[in-house]
C-alpha cells in the first residue's frame, strides 16, 4: 500500500492525482488480486454521466477482502462482536471463520435460487449475519440491497419492489437499547405487497416466536447445514453492481444509488488506509450501522481489504448507559473510534461522569462522519474522549461518493474544530455560484460540486438513469452537484455548511422533505404540508411540518399524535416531526410554488428578517404562522 507519511508527501500526491489520475489510480489498483488486468482505467462523460473505471478488469472483492489474507491473517480477528446486552457472550470471528461463513452463506443464497446480477434484499440489525449476508451476496456476484432495520413496512416493501428482489434475508427479531424490536413482523407486512419474493432467509436472533410461511420462509440455521464451505468467487466485470443503496433527495422517493466492484473497492481502501492511517494490528471501531453507507464503506469493505480488526457493534450509545462507547472502547482496546456528532453531542449531554470510569488510553486517532460537527462539539471530543492527543478526522463523504472525499489524514493534516479541511488525492472540489459560475480564490462561499470522477463516485440510480442525471450532473453542466453548501476559508481549508436542497440530515440520517410531507398527506385530515429543517442541538437539525388540517374541530394533541404515527408508518420513526404547527395557509407565490425560505426561517425562530414577502399570494397568512409559531 502507497501509504502517504507526512503532510509534504500529501501535497506532492494531491498534485501527482490531479495531473495523472489514470497513473495515480492504476497504481492504487495494482496491489489487488485481479482475475484479469484492465484495458483502461477511465472513461468518463459527466454528461451524460457515464463513468467506468479499470474498464474490462475482472475480480471479486471477497477474494480481496477475504481469501488474499488468508495466508498470513487466518486467526486474526476481523470482527469482535459486541452484543446489545452487556451481559451476553460477546462473539469473535477471525477471517478464517469469517471466509468460511461467507463461502457457506454464498452456497446457501444459490440453493434458494440466487444468481450472479441477481438483487437481494437485507433487512436485519447489526449481527454477524449482516456483514455475512453482503459479502456472500458480492461472493456469487448478486446486488445487496441493505434497508436500514429502522425503517417501516412500507418503506422496505417500496424498496423491495424498486429492485424488484426476490430474496430476503432477515432476522426474527432484534434487540435495541431496551427494546425489542419484531423485525420478521415487518417483513411478513411489506411482503403482503411484493409477491414477487421468493424466499425469506430468517436469521434467529431473539429466538421470538414467529410465522414462517411455507414455502417461503427459511430458517438461515437450517439451510447452513446442508452446504459446505466451498464457493468460488465469481468473477465480475469491474463495472458490475456491486450493491445498491437507497438515499433520499429532494424530490420524490429515495433512489436507489448503485455503487460497481471495481473503483469502489480500490477507493473505499485508500481512503481507510490514509485517513486513518491504519497501523496493523490496530483495533477499528466505527458506530455506524451496516444499513447506512457509512457501515457498508467504512465496516464491511474497506477495513476487511485493509486486513484489519473491527468492532462490530449492536447496541445503542446510551444502554445500558451513557458510558457504553467508552467501556466497549476500553474492552476492545480501540485505537481508532469512528462516530457520528450527533452521538457526541448526545453523550457530551449526558454528562463527564460517564466517561471517569474509562481509561480510555488506547485511543489513537479519532473520527467523525454524517453531518457538520459544530465547534463546541469537535471540542469536547478532542479534550475529553482524545485527552487532546488524538488527531480528529472530519470526513466529510455521502452515499453517492462511496466514500471520504474531504478529510484531513490523520496526524498528518493540521485540523481545525469542525473544517473536513481538505480534498483527498483525486478529488476535485469546485464551489459555484447558483448560476454555475466558478468561485475562485480562498474565504469564499458556495454550492459544492466536484469536476472530476474518482473511481467510487455513483454510476447511476437503479432503473432510472435519467434521475440520476437530473439529480447530480444537470444543475451545473459537466459538474457532480452534491447538495452541499460549503465555506473555502483563508487557508483553502473546506467545512460544509449543510445542504441546500430539500433534504434534512437528523441525526446524521438524511431524510428528504418531500417524503416526509407525503407521509403527514396520508392523514384524511390534511390537505397539505410543508416541512422543513431547523437547528436542533442533540441531533443537529430538527423536522419542522406546517400542516394545514381541513377538520376544524379536530383536537390538535390528537392530530399531532396521528401525524407521527403516519409518519412512523410510511416511513419509519427516525423521519418523525420534532414540531407541527397546524396552519390555515402556507405562504405561496402566485405561481403556487411555496417559499420555503420563510417556513424554514420561521422555524429557525426568526421572526423579524423574513426577506421579500411581496411576491406572495397572500401575505398574511405568514402573519399567522409567525404568531403560531413553536
Ligand atoms: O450534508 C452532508 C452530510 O451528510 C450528507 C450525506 O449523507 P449520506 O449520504 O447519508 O452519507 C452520510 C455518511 C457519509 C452530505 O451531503 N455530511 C456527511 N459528512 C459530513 C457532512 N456534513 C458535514 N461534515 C461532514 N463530515
Known amino acids: 500500500m502507497n501509504r502517504i507519511t507526512s503532510f509534504e508527501e500529501y501535497k506532492t500526491e ?16 495494482e496491489q489487488f488480486v485481479w482475475k484479469k488486468k484492465w484495458d483502461k482505467v477511465l472513461n468518463w462523460d459527466f454528461t451524460e454521466p457515464k463513468i467506468e473505471w479499470f474498464v474490462n478488469g475482472k475480480l471479486n472483492i471477497t477474494e480481496n477482502c477475504l481469501d488474499r489474507h488468508l495466508p498470513e491473517r487466518a486467526n486474526q480477528i476481523a470482527y469482535y462482536w459486541e452484543p446489545n446486552n452487556p451481559q451476553e457472550k460477546a462473539v469473535e470471528l477471525t477471517y478464517k471463520q469469517l471466509h468460511e461463513q461467507v463461502c457457506k452463506f454464498a452456497n446457501v443464497l444459490k440453493n434458494n435460487g440466487a444468481k450472479k446480477g441477481d438483487r437481494i434484499c437485507i433487512y436485519m440489525p447489526m449481527v454477524p449475519e449482516l456483514a455475512i449476508a453482503l459479502l456472500a451476496c458480492a461472493r456469487i456476484g448478486a446486488v445487496h440491497s441493505v434497508v436500514f432495520g429502522g425503517f417501516s413496512a412500507s418503506a422496505l416493501s417500496g424498496r423491495i419492489q424498486d429492485c424488484d428482489s426476490k430474496i430476503v434475508v432477515t432476522t426474527d ?50 439451510e447452513m447445514e446442508k452446504v459446505n464451505a466451498d464457493c468460488p468467487a465469481e468473477s465480475m466485470d469491474a463495472e458490475d453492481l456491486l450493491f445498491i443503496l437507497y438515499t433520499s433527495g429532494s424530490t420524490g422517493k429515495p433512489k436507489g444509488v448503485v455503487h460497481t466492484c471495481g473503483g469502489y473497492m480500490v477507493y473505499t481502501h485508500y481512503t481507510f488506509e490514509n485517513v486513518f492511517q491504519y497501523k496493523d494490528k490496530e483495533v477499528y471501531w466505527c458506530t455506524a450501522d451496516i444499513g447506512w453507507i457509512t457501515g457498508h464503506s467504512y465496516i464491511v469493505y474497506a477495513p476487511l481489504l485493509a486486513g484489519a480488526t473491527s468492532v462490530l457493534f449492536e447496541g445503542v450509545p446510551t444502554y445500558p448507559d451513557a458510558g457504553r462507547f467508552w467501556q466497549v472502547i476500553d474492552k476492545y482496546k480501540v485505537n481508532i473510534f469512528y462516530t457520528a456528532p450527533t452521538a457526541i453531542r448526545a453523550l457530551e449531554a449526558a454528562g463527564e461522569h460517564f466517561i471517569k470510569p474509562y481509561k480510555l488510553n488506547s485511543l489513537r486517532i479519532l473520527g467523525s462522519v454524517g453531518e457538520p460537527i459544530n465547534e463546541e462539539a469537535w471540542n469536547w471530543y478532542n479534550e475529553n474522549i482524545g485527552k487532546g492527543k488524538c488527531p480528529i478526522v472530519d470526513t466529510w463523504w455521502q452515499t453517492e461518493t462511496g466514500g471520504m472525499m474531504i478529510s484531513p489524514l490523520a496526524g498528518l493534516t ?80 473546506y467545512r460544509i455548511t449543510g445542504r441546500v436542497d430539500d433534504v434534512i440530515n437528523v441525526s446524521g440520517h438524511r431524510i428528504g422533505t418531500a417524503e416526509v410531507e407525503s407521509a403527514i398527506n396520508m392523514h384524511i385530515d390534511i390537505v397539505e404540508s410543508a416541512v422543513v429543517g431547523y437547528p436542533h442541538d442533540i441531533k443537529g437539525q430538527g423536522i419542522y411540518a406546517y400542516v394545514i388540517c381541513t377538520n376544524h374541530s379536530k383536537d390538535h394533541n390528537s392530530l399531532r399524535k396521528e401525524i407521527l404515527a403516519e409518519v412512523t408508518k410510511m416511513i419509519g420513526a427516525i423521519a418523525k416531526p420534532d414540531k407541527i404547527q397546524v396552519v390555515s395557509g402556507l405562504p405561496k407565490t402566485r405561481s403556487g410554488k411555496i417559499m420555503r425560505r420563510i417556513l424554514r426561517k420561521v422555524a429557525e425562530g426568526e421572526t423579524c428578517n423574513l426577506g421579500d414577502t411581496s411576491t406572495l399570494l397572500d401575505p398574511s397568512v405568514v402573519d399567522e404562522i409567525k404568531a403560531g409559531a413553536l
Open 414 to 493: 493540521k485540523t481545525k474544530p469542525s473544517f473536513a479541511t481538505l480534498p483527498l488525492p483525486g478529488v476535485q472540489p469546485m464551489l459555484v455560484d447558483d448560476k454555475g459560475n466558478e468561485i475562485i480564490g480562498n474565504g469564499v462561499e458556495g454550492n459544492l460540486c466536484i469536476k472530476f470522477p474518482w473511481p467510487a463516485i455513483l454510476r447511476t440510480t437503479y432503473g432510472d438513469h435519467e434521475r440520476c442525471y437530473q439529480n447530480y450532473f444537470a444543475t451545473y453542466p459537466n459538474l457532480y452537484f452534491t447538495g452541499d453548501g460549503c465555506k473555502r476559508d483563508e487557508d483553502g481549508y
Open 173 to 222: 427479531g432484534a434487540y435495541r437499547g431496551a427494546k425489542d424490536i419484531p423485525i420478521k413482523d415487518v417483513v411478513d407486512e411489506a411482503l403482503e405487497i411484493c409477491p414477487a419474493v421468493e424466499k425469506v432467509i430468517v436469521v434467529q436472533r431473539t429466538d421470538t416466536f414467529i410465522k414462517m410461511q411455507e414455502g417461503r420462509d427459511v430458517l438461515w440455521k437450517d
Open 14 to 29: 494531491y498534485k501527482r492525482s490531479v495531473e495523472s489520475p489514470e497513473l495515480f489510480w492504476e497504481e492504487q489498483a
